[in-house]
């Protein structure tokens, strides 16, 4: 069973620029979310993708983007790099069956992402 | 609305003896709660999750944790830690948002473990 996995592992960027980091789910799961990581502090979820369609969202402004494709692989893309973007970016991948979301997510590795 | 509380920033504990993590939670309904590690540098690694069937939980590398509802707590233990048990740790609610089927998780801010030699 393969696992959760991103790329790149690090990123560095300047103020302005955009971004786009990629997420490969595990085996077998068919949504995914992402979760921004500030440095110091714990995961705050971006938004979680399910059929190609964004499924949920968190307190992030529009200049965060993403991508599902029909291998449930996924993208993250930030437009106007700010410095406060700078962070460790998670991608996770859970189940979603019928209407019932498996409330079970593994994540990868993470991109570390460095705004100058 | 959904919420965790980690009630240590800091733990340091020396090699063999007992580890406790504390989580006190807040939820609207019975919860899905999760504890997960995160080695520096690394991702986020399942150690164990609770989802309203047996109270105490056992994880992985000997790590479980009890569920309290009359205390609202999920507090995370080991009997003897070792060396390499030295990371950060999550405590983590599951919020669902049933009607558009979203699943997203919240984080507590973490507990850094330190383990003395």
């Known amino acids: 069973e393969t696992g959760v996995t991103q790329s790149p592992t690090h990123l560095i960027k300047t103020r302005g620029q955009q971004v786009t980091l990629r997420c490969s789910s595990q085996?077998?799961?068919?949504?995914v979310s992402w979760y921004q990581q500030a440095l110091g502090q714990g995961p705050q979820f971006i938004f979680q993708y399910y059929r190609e369609e964004e499924n949920g969202r968190g307190n992030f402004p529009p200049r965060f983007s993403g991508l599902q494709f029909p291998n449930y692989s996924s993208e993250l893309n930030v437009n106007a790099l700010e410095l406060d973007d700078s962070a460790l970016y998670l991608c996770a991948s859970s189940a979603l069956i019928g209407m019932r979301a498996e409330d079970t997510q593994y994540f990868g590795p993470g991109t570390r992402l460095t705004v100058l | 609305a959904q919420s965790v509380t980690q009630l240590d920033s800091h733990v340091s504990v020396s090699e063999g003896t007992p580890v406790l993590l504390r989580c006190n939670y807040s939820?609207?309904?019975?919860?899905?709660l999760f504890w997960y590690v995160q080695h520096p540098n690394k991702g986020l690694q399942l150690l164990l999750k609770y989802t309203s069937a047996a109270t105490l939980v056992k994880g992985i590398n000997g790590f479980e944790a009890e569920f309290k509802k009359s205390e609202t707590s999920f507090h995370l233990t080991k009997p003897s830690a070792h060396m390499s048990d030295a990371a950060e740790y999550f405590c983590v609610v599951s919020d669902r948002n049933y009607g558009g089927a979203t699943n997203k998780l919240i984080f507590g801010t973490g507990t850094l473990l330190a383990v003395q030699p």
């Open positions: 939820s609207s309904y019975s919860p899905s």
């Open positions: 085996s077998g799961h068919n949504t």
